[in-house]
């Protein structure tokens, strides 16, 4: 249940706040605590309503039921009671005036372009060379930003660029002193900008309402931070900065780590550093020591170097003889196998030129001769192996086996 309503009260959050509502005070209370607890209504409806102690602080007026009041605050979920709660942070009787309905118009239509957007907004420098600060010289703000940066950060900087922070000229100064930072950031070396003024009503704090003035802290290339006002107060300043701070002080804190954080991390990185100093030291020495016990006795080294060489050398007698002996007998076998094997050679030649030569003799046309055949040939020496191939009268040569016969073809018979 508790995961559900604090869902809740994020989704008012984030669609609503701040609101500003108008109706007639109805039970009202104020606790022993300093809390004032009541109803707001009208024709339509109404919401329970807790105001705290230091926003009742505040108020320069005693609420009484039935009273005709202006709200502003926050919406979210009292969570024990699962009920619908406005947090007022500021209550005035109505017909004061419509700033306030300006601030909400003029903050919808500056959220609806982005200039509020988180993704547009700047880191703050890790390490500012210098601080800069918008605000009145007679402020108490500008003593509590001093006071604090002394107390934090006494070796940065601080540039000041005086302004106005209250009536009719003050937003066209402040916005002066803005562009005067976007012009000469680099050469005063400011890298953070303090936009700061102390608490007050809503006209008092009217001069940072200005549009004008939001878009030249948009356009500003040094990361801004609001601290205008006190926790509860809001201005379209804080909006735009890309940090707001909820007072002075604050805000100076926000923009410089203490020294003491800077030089404490100075001191560990030396000590780091120290170490590693040590230690390389250490293993130099080792290494020269270790170096030098071998160059004061060199004649251990040039003995370990004359053992080194005759066990190579008597190695290489061993490998050297070794090798010889194989070699010796390897020439041994191969002149005792050298005769078996010429003679084998030798009669498989023989077997070979025999068998050759009685195909060469099986070939020999006298063979058939000798049993009864004769070669014919006409005169020219060209065999007559056909019948066809003569002709009456011609005369042709028979080569019989011990000579020659000339013939004469008297009627040549086809078969």
Excluded at 193 to 222: H, K, T
Aim: charged fraction near 20%; charge should be positive; glycine fraction near 8%.
């Amino acid at each position: 249940m508790g995961s559900l309503l604090r869902a809740i009260a994020d989704c008012l959050e984030a669609r609503f706040n701040p609101v500003a509502v108008q109706g007639e005070l109805t039970g009202f209370s104020r606790a022993a605590s300093g809390h004032c607890y009541f109803s707001l209504k009208d024709e339509q409806g109404q919401i329970r309503c807790a105001m705290f102690r230091r926003a009742a602080g505040l108020l320069d007026f005693s609420p009484r039921d039935g009273q005709l009041v202006e709200l502003r605050g926050r919406l979210g979920v009292y969570e024990p009671r699962g009920e619908l709660q406005l947090g007022v942070e500021s209550m005035r009787q109505a017909g004061q005036g419509n700033l306030f309905e300006q601030f909400l118009l003029l903050k919808a239509r500056l959220e609806a372009e982005g200039l509020f957007e988180a993704a547009r907004k700047r880191p703050l420098p890790m390490l500012p060379r210098g601080i800069g600060v918008v605000t009145s010289l007679g402020a108490a703000a500008l003593h509590d930003v001093v006071t604090a940066l002394q107390r934090r950060a006494p070796h940065i900087p601080v540039v000041l660029y005086p302004a106005s922070v209250q009536g009719s000229q003050a937003a066209g100064e402040l916005r002066e002193a803005v562009l005067k930072v976007s012009r000469r950031w680099n050469k005063d070396q400011v890298d953070v900008l303090l936009l700061v003024r102390g608490g007050g009503a809503m006209e008092d704090l009217w001069a940072f309402n200005d549009e004008q003035l939001a878009r030249a802290i948009v356009a500003s290339p040094v990361p801004v931070i609001s601290g205008v006002g006190h926790e509860t107060d809001f201005t379209i300043a804080d909006f735009c900065a890309d940090v707001r701070a909820p007072t002075p002080t604050a805000a100076a804190e926000l923009c410089a780590q203490p020294q003491s954080v800077w030089l404490g991390a100075l001191g560990l990185v030396f000590a780091r550093l120290q170490n590693g100093v040590d230690r390389q030291m250490q293993t130099q020495t080792q290494r020269l020591d270790w170096a030098m016990s071998r160059v004061s006795r060199p004649s251990h080294l040039v003995t370990r170097q004359h053992a080194r060489l005759a066990g190579l050398a008597q190695s290489l007698k061993h490998a050297t003889r070794s090798a010889l002996r194989q070699e010796q007998f390897r020439v041994q076998s191969l002149g005792a196998a050298l005769p078996r094997e010429l003679a084998s050679n030798l009669q498989g030649s023989q077997d070979q030129l025999e068998r050759a030569q009685l195909r060469l003799e099986l070939l020999d046309p006298k063979l058939v001769l000798r049993r009864g055949y004769a070669w014919l040939a006409d005169m020219q020496g060209v065999p007559v192996t056909a019948a066809k191939m003569t002709r009456i009268g011609q005369p042709v040569r028979a080569t019989l086996t011990d000579g020659e016969v000339d013939l004469t073809v008297s009627a040549p018979r086809l078969i």
